[in-house]
């Protein structure tokens, strides 16, 4: 029973890696999520079934394309071995609840999102913020709310103080601070500025 739990675990996060990059590819060049079904990129072929088993029809199908042959690029399949990974690391120690792999995969939804195409469907965080104000009131939570509805409801973009930080940006951050609470928040800020930096740092000395 434990084996088949890990295993669940396993498979849950290799096929949400495995979702991640299909969104980032289809997003990249502006096809929907649904249509058309899962094909082969490069000869646009319907892939069967047995193809779109994460991490196992990688191995199956030798790495590549069974119509076209092309060589199917290694992160995918590392990416779904990563993802899996975190997932056996994380679920198992936490005990998540539902509510908390909504929120993350609505959160890592909307990264991928980001990073393919710098704009963010951000609306989707009005219905889990009012949960967590529903379920954790507090004025300021209810403030927060507030804000972060009015920001969803309203393009500010136009405006100054959004030329360097985006408003998607900040709705996902008045959107962490519901749900992790503004100090755990402020040390993620102050965590990603620092690694932005490191990277930036060595991106320009390389």
């Known amino acids: 029973m434990l084996l088949f739990y890990y295993l669940l675990i396993g498979i849950l996060g290799a096929s949400w890696g495995s979702f991640l990059l299909v969104l980032y590819e289809r997003r990249l060049v502006g096809q929907s999520i649904i249509f058309p079904p899962s094909h082969c990129s490069n000869c646009s072929t319907p892939l069967p079934y047995y193809c779109l088993f994460p991490i196992v029809s990688y191995w199956s199908c030798r790495g590549r ?33 539902p509510f908390s792999f909504i929120c993350f995969f609505i959160l890592s939804y909307l990264a991928v999102e980001d990073v393919a195409v710098q704009s963010v469907s951000t609306h989707i965080l009005i219905f889990p913020a009012y949960l967590l104000v529903k379920f954790n009131f507090s004025w300021l939570n209810f403030a927060i709310l507030l804000i972060l509805t009015f920001l969803l409801f309203n393009n500010l973009e136009h405006l100054a103080c959004f030329q360097k930080i985006g408003q998607g940006d900040i709705e996902i951050l008045l959107f962490f601070t519901l749900l992790v609470g503004a100090h755990l928040t402020t040390l993620i800020i102050l965590i990603a500025a620092t690694l932005g930096a490191t990277v930036l740092f060595f991106t320009k000395k390389a």
């Open 65 to 97: 394309c069974i119509f076209c042959d092309v060589s199917i690029p290694t992160y995918s399949v590392m990416l779904e071995i990563l993802s899996a990974l975190f997932f056996l690391t994380i679920v198992p120690t936490t005990s998540p609840t």
